[in-house]
């Protein structure tokens, strides 16, 4: 069973940054791949970046490639998405996810979540 923390979230005006955390406990943190999904009010979760457990491969949504960059620290179990040049419609909940199998794309594939970190824009 792996337990995930997000925290790094916040607001913030459009321009600016934000750094996501993700700590992970309870499983071996290096076999996992790493994910980070969004929710915005009224809006299916949907993916923003995905890393492999090797940190060789990284995955983007479109709409945040080139601004987020997802990276992670096995030595310290923690994951995170560096976010830069943030637009008010990446407003959302920030949600970090784990799955032990392959790179997914899916959140219907991961099977641990955290609580998630409200992100805010303000334009």
């Known amino acids: 069973q792996v337990h995930l923390v997000e925290s790094g979230g916040g607001l913030v005006q459009a321009g600016g940054s934000l750094r996501l955390s993700c700590a992970a406990s309870?499983?071996?943190?290096?076999?996992?791949?790493m994910g980070w999904f969004r929710q915005a009010p009224g809006k299916e979760r949907e993916f923003a970046a995905a890393?492999?457990?090797?940190?060789?491969?990284?995955y983007y949504a479109d709409s945040v490639k080139g601004r987020f960059t997802i990276s992670r620290d096995n030595a310290k179990n923690t994951a995170y998405l560096q976010m830069n040049s943030l637009k008010a419609e990446d407003t959302a909940v920030y949600y970090c996810?784990?799955?032990?199998?392959?790179?997914?794309?899916?959140?219907?594939?991961?099977?641990?979540w955290g609580q998630g970190t409200q992100v805010t824009v303000s334009s």
């Open positions: 996810a784990a799955v032990n199998r392959g790179v997914y794309f899916s959140p219907s594939y991961y099977d641990y």
């Open positions: 890393i492999a457990w090797s940190a060789a491969n990284t």
């Open positions: 309870g499983g071996t943190f290096s076999r996992y791949t």
